[in-house]
């Protein structure tokens, strides 16, 4: 009965082991890859901005910010820019003016809710490949605010 089991052992359940255990490799492997952070950013201001035109809407506002010339250069449409240390995606692009629509729970939790149409922000663009990262690795997700 030994032998049984053991030659047993030592075909069908062996081979589904390593099936099993590729598969388990596989998925772990595609979880890291998954966990790739695609924007960062240093925490160091680049510049100030002003807010140009701000529309409530009901569930969010839509903020247009006036960059300084130039300093929208080579952003597109989806791009992630810190404003104010919250990282924000631009929705539009009207040279060197960007558009961010901002939810409730974000303008909530962080000072975006407190600005108006003149206000002054900091803005940090997201940092690239090969690019000098100087300060911090921040996301720029913002939980709440502090006084």
Not at 62 to 71: E, Y
Not at 127 to 143: F, K, L, T, W
């Amino acid at each position: 009965m030994h032998a049984t089991s053991r030659s047993l052992c030592g075909s069908g359940a062996f081979a589904k082991q390593q099936q099993f255990t590729h598969l388990v490799r596989r998925a772990a492997h595609q979880r890291r890859r998954a966990l790739v952070v695609s924007n960062m950013f240093t925490g160091i201001v680049q510049g100030t901005a002003a807010v140009a035109d701000l529309d409530s809407k009901e569930n969010f506002k839509a903020f247009r910010i006036q960059f300084p010339s130039g300093k929208a250069e080579g952003v597109q449409i989806g791009a992630s820019v810190a404003i104010n240390g919250t990282c924000l995606t631009v929705t539009a692009i009207d040279g060197d003016v960007l558009s961010f629509d901002v939810m409730q729970e974000t303008l909530r939790a962080t000072s975006l809710g407190n600005l108006q149409v003149g206000s002054k922000v900091n803005f940090e663009r997201s940092a690239r490949v090969g690019d000098e990262i100087g300060g911090h690795n921040v996301s720029g997700h913002v939980h709440c605010t502090a006084k």
